[in-house]
């Protein structure tokens, strides 16, 4: 095997002064190069650098195709990753394992992981000196969406703990439980904990699934709280908020500045900086004799309600339970997420990335005056209206599916009762634990709060991701002659335009925030978040897709993260994880769950295959997982019943289910390579490298549209002779997924039955009548399929072919976006409640669309596109 040099870049292009907390992330490796990911190292600058190997996927030969790599708390620059000797670290990662518990330490701190109870950790320590006890998840349930309705309080009960990784850089410890009360149990819970080398932090993943019934149960408050030691006199102990843009709020619980009596000016110079005082004998005697007298402040809650404003507010001890008045302490706009209270020996914080764009949150400190305080994050503030997830309308009479398809036609939604369920959609947060060695300043306090919000993460470079062959079709940005910049500027268009829409339009909240809308209404200038169909995206024509093409050629972070906040929501928010919709997405909706078109469309890990491999995730690794058997759904829900031409005989037979060739079978094509390349299943191979058999030996391929699929064997039948075409079928990742399998795998049937419709579905009547006997209907979205013949063209290094590629893409179709007539016009008040920014003609099946087209029609023509375009 020839070893390959894998470079590396940092995500926002800058060598991180410091890297505390560590990282993790994933690299493609070129086929056929790497046996084993242990074969792996890391070095930076000339020396080797402690790192941890392991395979995230492999190639059909078996050789390593993307590897995780995790690295501890030590900055480095000038790094590239290639076959060598990996040194163990200074201070590596233990796991060690009892029945009761499960114990990480990695040389800074300690972490105990109890496996039973209500404790997710029942001691965080550093240097041997504890800074929190009894984390635990907290939860309430309302009666109903008022504040006043009555609630249950739940805590959170472990039902298993799993060791997943031991080190020597990277331990993960998994633990699944749910939420209960007397009578109750609601809310399963999965949450890993992340312990690198040499890291004063542990990076913690939690994921919360709905199982309430959402016309009864409201959730009222969902957080996480530790119990914090206390040692030192009150004078020595510091609350700290990281507030917006940087700033911090940091006060001592008994403050001694802007007293009428000074203590000394080296007395308030220590408190102001965190430090421990000297003893209270050698203050002034003026303050040190009535200390007594000062205030000791007891409570802290810092509120961020909405995505524009937070509230911090403090409170004295009380010795009856009625407390004293909360005292308003500053005020904002959008606060950082991360609370901490210390002493000089220690202390403990938590951090919460995405902390006010997943709003209502809230950040409390309580008890901080007594000999134990407890901080929470709250990811659903107790202080926020109790959450509604009921329909949003009452079915408007629509009694059947008659009804139901009228409808359609004009709000664009896919009603049908008791299908806008959101049992079992899921939400994942990422937190970060601090464990103080002593009062963090403010400056260090605000370092480690941006470093939250954007962790440093290392990355190949997009030469080097392009080198390898991964994702199908795909270039590196190039500007080098006119037509190709035309298009890469229309590509950079599009993406500020939609960079900018969240904040524009705040699309922030515990379930919206990574998700866009589908389509605008011009005569209001908004998105029409309120026209049934129209609203939430939920993936359809697979922006998704586009973002991550995108962010693979640039390498630009704000596309990253931008994609990476997509995949966090629709991976779980837009997907079912249990319930009788398990492993099925909802269409685009006024609601996220809205929708009753329940489809593996949606779910398709084409969509987060990218994340995954990216950064190594576990949690992705989860959907990724849960999708394994996902055509088992379609004995339970036909995803085609409304239209289906035989809908009053059809009945799903487990030996003949109606599988449609196109969103259907690229999902689960997508499904069994992530799990065969990820696994080693194979099952998943069989029935992956099985049906792309059959879909070749069906007498017109892909044209079919829809064959009978046997759950048992995991194979169609090929003995159906029929043409049905879509404009949909390649719109979800079918495009993408059928380029890679080519790449991957000699199926020569399979290729040429791609190849086939690639050639046909924009030929003239006429061709697609002497090729397969009959013209093909159900022609639309010309500019997206362009791509499509693209690739024929390439295959078949047709001239006429490359000229019909260029011509859909650049001026035929329904829909058409033009890239000249790209714009962006502002539109200012009192015409729109703030100014926005709105570009005429474009909604998101557009945008990703004609992105997708480009990025792939500059892959696969690129050298002939300003030839084309003078035709």
């Not at 790599?69 to 060690?96: L, M, Q, W």
């Not at 403090?314 to 008045?325: E, F, I, L, Y």
């Not at 043409?723 to 790449?743: D, K, P, R, T, W």
Request: charged share 25%; net charge negative; with cysteine.
């Amino acid at each position: 095997m020839t070893s390959p040099v894998i470079p590396l870049r940092w995500l926002d292009d800058e060598t991180p002064a410091a890297l505390p907390d560590g990282a993790t992330f994933g690299v493609p490796v070129p086929r056929g190069s790497v046996g084993s990911a242990s074969e792996l190292s890391l070095s930076a600058d000339g020396s080797a650098v402690p790192a941890q190997f392991w395979p995230l996927a492999t190639w059909p030969d078996g050789s390593v195709k993307w590897a995780g790599v995790a690295v501890g708390a030590t900055p480095f620059a000038g790094a590239a990753i290639a076959v060598g000797e990996n040194p163990a670290p200074d201070a590596p990662v233990t796991v060690t394992e009892t029945a009761a518990e499960v114990t990480v330490a990695n040389g800074v701190l300690e972490l105990v992981v109890p496996r039973s109870g209500s404790a997710l950790f029942s001691t965080l320590s550093r240097g041997g000196t504890e800074v929190a006890r009894n984390g635990r998840l907290v939860s309430a349930l309302a009666d109903g969406p008022s504040p006043r309705d009555a609630r249950a309080d739940l805590i959170g009960v472990v039902d298993a703990v799993t060791v997943e990784q031991t080190g020597p850089v990277r331990a993960v410890i998994r633990v699944d439980g749910h939420h209960a009360a007397p009578g109750r149990e609601r809310l399963p819970f999965r949450v890993r904990f992340v312990v690198l080398a040499g890291a004063d932090s542990v990076r913690l993943v939690h994921t919360l699934i709905w199982d309430g019934d959402a016309d009864t149960e409201f959730l009222a408050a969902l957080g996480l709280t530790a119990d914090v030691p206390l040692r030192a006199e009150t004078h020595d102990r510091h609350v700290r908020f990281a507030t917006a843009g940087g700033g911090v709020f940091a006060e001592a619980v008994r403050g001694i500045t802007g007293l009428r009596r000074d203590p000394g000016a080296e007395v308030r110079e220590a408190q102001i900086s965190g430090r421990a005082t000297p003893p209270v004998a050698e203050w002034d005697a003026r303050t040190s004799d009535r200390i007594r007298w000062i205030p000791e402040w007891d409570d802290y809650t810092l509120t961020q309600l909405t995505a524009d404003g937070y509230e911090l507010r403090k409170r004295t001890a009380s010795t009856t339970n009625t407390g004293r008045a909360w005292i308003r302490s500053t005020a904002g706009t959008r606060a950082e997420g991360l609370v901490s209270l210390s002493d000089p020996e220690g202390g403990f914080g938590i951090g919460v990335r995405g902390f006010w764009q997943s709003h209502p949150g809230q950040l409390d400190v309580r008890g901080a005056a007594g000999d134990a305080a407890s901080v929470t994050a709250w990811l659903y503030s107790p202080e926020a209206a109790p959450m509604d997830m009921r329909f949003y309308h009452d079915g408007l009479g629509q009694d059947g599916y008659a009804d139901q398809l009228d409808a359609l036609e004009i709000t664009y939604e896919d009603y049908e009762p008791g299908f806008g369920d959101p049992h079992g959609i899921a939400r994942t947060h990422e937190l970060t634990l601090f464990a103080w060695g002593a009062t963090p300043t403010r400056e260090h306090l605000a370092e480690r709060a941006a470093a939250v919000q954007k962790p440093a993460l290392p990355q190949a470079t997009p030469a080097h991701i392009a080198s390898c062959g991964v994702f199908g079709d795909w270039s590196l940005v190039d500007r080098s002659t006119p037509i190709k910049a035309e298009i890469e500027d229309s590509l950079d268009l599009l993406l500020s335009f939609y960079l900018e829409q969240p904040e524009q339009r705040r699309w922030y909240g515990f379930w919206d925030y990574g998700d866009v809308m589908h389509a605008y209404d011009f005569d209001r200038h908004t998105w029409r978040y309120d026209v049934g169909g129209y609203a939430w995206d939920n993936s359809e024509l697979s922006p998704d897709l586009w973002l991550w093409y995108s962010y693979l050629r640039t390498g630009r972070a704000d596309v990253f993260r931008f994609a990476e906040a997509m995949t966090r929501h629709t991976g779980e928010v837009d997907v079912y994880h249990l319930g009788r919709f398990a492993g099925l997405g909802s269409r685009h909706n006024v609601q996220h769950w809205g929708c009753s078109a329940k489809q593996l469309r949606i779910s398709t890990p084409a969509y987060r295959r990218f994340y995954h491999y990216l950064t190594a995730d576990e949690r992705v690794g989860d959907l990724l997982d849960e999708l394994r058997d996902s055509d088992e759904t379609f004995l339970g829900l036909d995803p085609t019943r409304k239209v289906r031409p035989d809908a009053a005989t059809y009945r799903a037979d487990r030996n003949a289910v109606a599988v449609g060739l196109g969103t259907d079978w690229s999902a689960l094509a997508a499904t069994w390579l992530a799990d065969w390349e990820r696994t080693g299943n194979e099952r998943s191979r069989d029935r992956l490298l099985g049906t792309m058999a059959d879909i070749g030996a069906l007498p017109k391929g892909f044209l079919t549209g829809e064959a009978l699929y046997d759950l048992d064997t995991g194979r169609f039948a090929t003995d159906r002779d029929r043409i049905s075409v879509s404009h949909l079928s390649a719109v979800f990742g079918l495009v993408e997924i059928c380029s890679e399998l080519i790449s991957l795998v000699d199926v020569p049937s399979f290729t040429e039955a791609w190849v086939q419709y690639c050639s046909l579905f924009l030929a003239s009547p006429e061709e697609q009548e002497a090729a397969v006997g009959q013209a093909l209907t159900g022609i639309h979205l010309e500019q997206a399929h362009s791509r499509l013949t693209a690739y024929a063209a390439v295959k078949r290094d047709d001239q006429a072919l490359r000229e019909l590629a260029w011509h859909a893409f650049d001026g035929i179709g329904e829909w058409l976006l033009h890239r000249r007539e790209l714009g962006i016009n502002r539109i200012p008040v009192p015409l729109v409640p703030a100014p926005v920014d709105e570009m005429p003609t474009v909604s998101t099946n557009d945008a990703a669309q004609y992105g997708l087209a480009a990025i792939q029609l500059l892959a696969l023509l690129g050298d002939q596109v300003d030839g084309l375009a003078s035709t």
